[in-house]
């Protein structure tokens, strides 16, 4: 009985982290380039009482086994790196992933990280940087007399300068990078990823070649949490977590049965 009162015990604790990410998945529905996680299980040991294909006292084999399980722990939380929707915005400086790749962001520490959020402002030099900053890799520089500012699929920067349609200058080329597996990547906040041994090596590339995605001047991606779909979610693991706690209560009254037990 007492194993009955900490096996559903886990299911709950499970039921509970389930609902954390859901509910950051919700909360990140506007979140420029953000990628759901979904949340997967894993039964615990098993108590053994009688193993599969032994023999009974008459030597013949028994076909099933006596097994009893001790509930489940959460076995991993994995990103799913869907698109999202592409909305236009009008702004120059947007840009949107097209297919697969991650724009390359320099951190202050020097370290670079990975995002698919196309969001870019102009620094006080001129330097494309994110909302927090953080230069684009390879640097691109925007020169202050420039007037348009141009951004091909393959990720060539052209600007006008002082307003002359004569007078485009390109000021480099945006890099795409992949991974192996993407799933892996380190989810650091800021709409940042960071590279480990599980995602492999980035693999650099130039947009719109090689199977990297496009890019698209004036669009973002939007995040992939379809609402809907979360909030089906939300509520089977808010029925999951309803039941595991009957289970306790229905262990407790047992319990409480055998207690009043009389001779």
């Not at 520089?141 to 007037?147: E, F, H, M």
């Not at 890019?215 to 909030?231: P, W």
Request: net charge negative.
């Amino acid at each position: 009985m007492i194993t009955a009162l900490w096996t559903a015990a886990t299911g709950m604790n499970a039921q509970q982290s389930n609902v954390d990410v859901i509910s950051n998945n919700l909360a990140n529905v506007n979140t420029n380039g953000f990628k759901k996680s979904t949340v997967n299980f894993q039964d615990l040991v098993y108590n053994i009482i009688r193993q599969p294909g032994s023999p009974n006292a008459q030597g013949a084999q028994i076909p099933v086994g006596v097994e009893i399980g001790h509930g489940v722990k959460v076995s991993d939380t994995q990103k799913i790196f869907t698109e999202g929707n592409i909305q236009p915005t009008e702004n120059p400086l947007d840009l949107a992933i097209e297919g697969e790749g991650f724009l390359q962001i320099q951190r202050p520490d020097g370290t670079i990280a990975y995002t698919r959020d196309g969001s870019f402002k102009m620094d006080s030099n001129g330097d494309l940087v994110t909302a927090d900053g953080y230069r684009l890799q390879p640097n691109i520089n925007i020169p202050p007399n420039a007037t348009d500012i141009t951004i091909t699929s393959d990720g060539t920067v052209n600007v006008v300068l002082d307003g002359d349609t004569q007078n485009t200058q390109p000021q480099g080329q945006i890099q795409l990078v992949r991974f192996a597996n993407p799933a892996g990547l380190n989810s650091m906040g800021k709409n940042l990823f960071a590279q480990t041994a599980a995602s492999g090596q980035a693999q650099a590339g130039a947009p719109a070649q090689d199977g990297y995605g496009s890019i698209l001047q004036g669009f973002l991606e939007k995040s992939n949490v379809k609402v809907v779909e979360e909030m089906v979610n939300l509520i089977a693991a808010q029925r999951a977590y309803d039941t595991n706690s009957k289970a306790i209560q229905a262990a407790d009254e047992m319990l409480n049965t055998a207690n009043q037990l009389r001779r």
